[in-house]
């Protein structure tokens, strides 16, 4: 696509429910960053794609965070027993990798409140 | 350990002037440096990117310099608007295979 397209833009769900957040990045991007930004904060790094490689998970805040990338591709962010603090806007990017390129480009984000 | 530091954190200048925003980074080994703008509420909109190999890079009124031996770059915006408000985060690669990181970012007001 065009850009990095995220979904749902804005999710509000109950305390203890698991959720789903999905990016499809840049067609040819092999790099694919999950990040979480709280209210009035900076980027918080959860996650890691490249190619085949294995993913570098050391952003995770806990064993609720998961996130796989089908096929090189579409990624999925799932959180499972959701928590207050959780709330936060999750903003996925990606880009190509290579000599003179590194440019990162980055979705609208989806926006997720735990009640 | 790479650490990104922007100063001022905030700043409100009147429409028409120029100015700029400052990133500094304690290991001059980069690979690149890339400044975005984020705007309230929106996802993070790529400025400029300059690789280690560069000086400078301009895009309309933006002009973003590298000095890697000082550990510093600088987004300079000339004729500055209010559209131009938002935050702005300047963000350091240390290779081409990995993450970023990130300064806290300038949030900038531009007064009409």
């Known amino acids: 696509g065009a850009g990095v397209s995220q979904s749902p833009s804005n999710k509000v769900t109950e305390k203890g429910k698991d959720v789903e957040l999905r990016c499809d990045p840049i067609?040819?991007?092999?790099?694919l960053y999950w990040y979480r930004q709280s209210l009035g904060q900076g980027l918080e790094f959860l996650i890691y794609?490249?190619?085949?490689?294995?993913?570098?998970k050391s952003g995770l805040p806990s064993d609720r965070f998961s996130a796989e990338r089908t096929g090189g591709s579409v990624s999925t962010l799932t959180i499972q027993r959701t928590q207050q603090e959780d709330s936060a806007v999750y903003l996925c990017?990606?880009?190509?990798?290579?000599?003179?390129?590194?440019?990162?480009?980055f979705g609208e984000g989806s926006r997720l409140t735990v009640l | 350990k790479q650490e990104v530091t922007q100063i001022p954190a905030a700043l409100s200048v009147p429409e028409g002037e120029n100015l700029v925003l400052n990133c500094s980074f304690t290991?001059?080994?980069?690979?690149?440096l890339q400044w975005f703008r984020q705007d309230p509420g929106k996802g993070l909109t790529s400025l400029l990117l300059?690789?280690?190999s560069q000086r400078e890079q301009t895009s309309g009124r933006l002009n973003a310099s590298l000095d890697k031996s000082s550990g510093r770059s600088t987004l300079y915006i000339a004729a500055s608007q209010p559209g131009d408000s938002a935050t702005y985060l300047c963000?350091?690669?240390?290779?081409?295979?990995?993450?970023?990181?990130w300064g806290a970012g300038t949030k900038l007001i531009i007064k009409p």
């Open positions: 067609s040819g991007h092999t790099a």
């Open positions: 794609f490249q190619g085949n490689s294995a993913p570098d």
């Open positions: 963000a350091v690669g240390m290779d081409s295979n990995y993450q970023l990181i």
């Open positions: 300059i690789q280690s």
């Open positions: 990017a990606s880009r190509r990798q290579g000599e003179g390129t590194g440019e990162l480009f």
């Open positions: 290991d001059s080994a980069i690979y690149n």
